[in-house]
């Protein structure tokens, strides 16, 4: 769910500064010099909108003088020169008036790439700036410089440098939070923050894609302080973003979450020729609605379905009130780096609703968890996954639930894809359970992924919200044959999809499992 638009950052309402804190900070900004800048002198080109966030930002401070703003989540789309505003921030904490004796500003991000991005910017500020080119010392070969008198330093630091604990920053600029594939850095510099007395953390970033990684639990919990969910004082969202039902399309909702078009900046003939293009491109279409107006990309370039339509399938499922129905099984087995999932699905009504158990092995679970960017050792701990012992998953223990689920319920098929599950289809046929097969080439899977996708629009996949699932649906990239056929694939090479790959062949034997046929004789195609 996205905010309104903060009005305030563009219109005529009063901004507290009872001490003139805020007046101080623009006033140095506005004295430093940007080598790029087309203004006399290479001034500092400070937008109306802008001055009036770093007012927000330094103004509103408490009865004994300290800011009340702890930390300023900026959420703005490229090109509206967030990078430069964070840099001048940073030199506001190392040579103007928010610098402290020993001070250390730093700016965060994902790769040394990126962290030269804002420290260049800064640096080139400094150098064109003669009052701090005097006193600054430039050490641009380690990514950073001080201000030697005074003992107040600004660092650049990334994810792949290595471990950056010991850090006592009283001012730190996160820079694209969405490109950040572990949550290290973040936790090292939050963690560093409340050591010193007044500190400012100010993250400033694009959308990202995904829901399971730190940035969005950043932006998602500004969210919630902006609509008044959560009373955090200390929290300033300023978030610029689009509704994903939005017109990607209309011009108005550019200008809202651009504050910057009213300033010339990013260009809008540049943007028009960008959305010309993206009307034919569908990747080019997700990267514009991204990158350009803070569409929160939930899924891949190439998404089975929006995963706000997904979403309306968040309904309870009622286990108790299905005890006795008839049930039909999907599972997709994996051995090291996949999960393994169990799909049960129901019919309810002219839809399905479906209980979801996912299994991966236990060893090396918080490698798992970095390496794929999501929180496995939070979901094991809530239930939503069950570790297995070792360093492959043990299918005993999914052996034992299909079991369980046979004795609760009225199973009448259990769909697996032969590959790697022979020894367990034997076990269970062994055990007298209906186990047939169900192969993922075009001619079997294209037919189930059919029928859930009617599901999934109509709102007819009742899933109760399960986290893991819905992630695997967001990681799908599908592939269009030229009948139209589609398939299910992975987004990245490191995203799990097993759960919707899981979902698809349960939902296809229910969808026919009332009527006796198969899913593929309706399609002229060889039954499993």
Known sequence: MTTPTPTWVCDDSAIPDPLGYGERAVKFIKALKHPKSTAPGRAFQLARWQERIVRRIYGDVDANGKRRVRHAVILLPRGNRKTSLGAALGLLHTFGPEKVPLGEAVVGASDQKQASIAFDEAIGIVEATKGLARVAKLR?????????????????????????????????????????????????????????????????????????????????????????????????????????????????????????????????????????????????????????????????????????VYDRGNVTVDLEALRGQPCWIGVDLSSTTDLTAVIAAWRVGDG?????????????????????????????????????????????????????????????????????ARQTMNNLQAKGLPVVEFRQGWLTMAPAVMELERAVIAGRFHHAGNPILRWHFGNIAVVTDAAGNKSFHKAKSADRIDGAVASAMAVARASQGNTGRSVYEDRGLLII
């Not at 940035?215 to 300033?236: M, P, Q, S």
């Not at 794929?372 to 492959?392: H, K, M, R, S």
């Not at 043990?394 to 259990?414: A, G, K, P, T, W």
Request: proline share 6%.
């Open 352 to 420: 399905y609703a479906v209980k979801s158990w996912f299994y991966c092995p236990a060893e090396n679970l918080t490698a798992r968890s970095q390496r794929d960017g999501v929180p496995y050792l939070e979901w094991a701990a809530q239930g939503f996954i069950e570790p297995t012992p070792g360093n492959v998953v043990d299918y005993d223990h999914v052996e034992r639930r299909i079991c369980e689920l046979s004795e609760e319920f009225d199973v009448r098929e259990i769909a697996f894809d032969p590959h790697l």
């Open 140 to 308: 641009p070969s380690i990514k950073t410089f001080s201000y030697p008198t005074k003992g107040a330093k600004f660092e650049a630091l990334s994810s792949d440098a290595g471990t950056q604990h010991g850090r006592t920053p009283n001012f730190a600029l996160v820079d694209e939070l969405h490109a950040h594939k572990s949550r290290d850095l973040w936790d090292v510099i939050r963690t560093g923050l409340v050591k010193v007395p007044n500190s400012l953390m100010l993250t400033i970033t694009t959308a990202g894609r995904g829901t399971e990684n730190v940035a969005y639990e950043a932006i998602d919990y500004a969210r919630k302080v902006a609509r008044g969910e959560i009373d955090d004082l200390a929290t300033l969202p300023i978030l610029f973003e689009a509704d994903p039902e939005e017109d990607w399309r209309d011009e108005s909702v550019w200008h809202r979450v651009n504050p910057g078009l009213a300033d010339g900046f990013p260009d809008i003939e540049g943007l028009r020729q960008l959305a010309r293009e993206a009307a034919e491109k569908p990747a080019d279409r997700e990267a514009f609605k991204q990158l350009h107006l803070n569409m929160w990309g939930e899924h891949s370039h190439a998404p089975f379905v929006e995963m706000h």
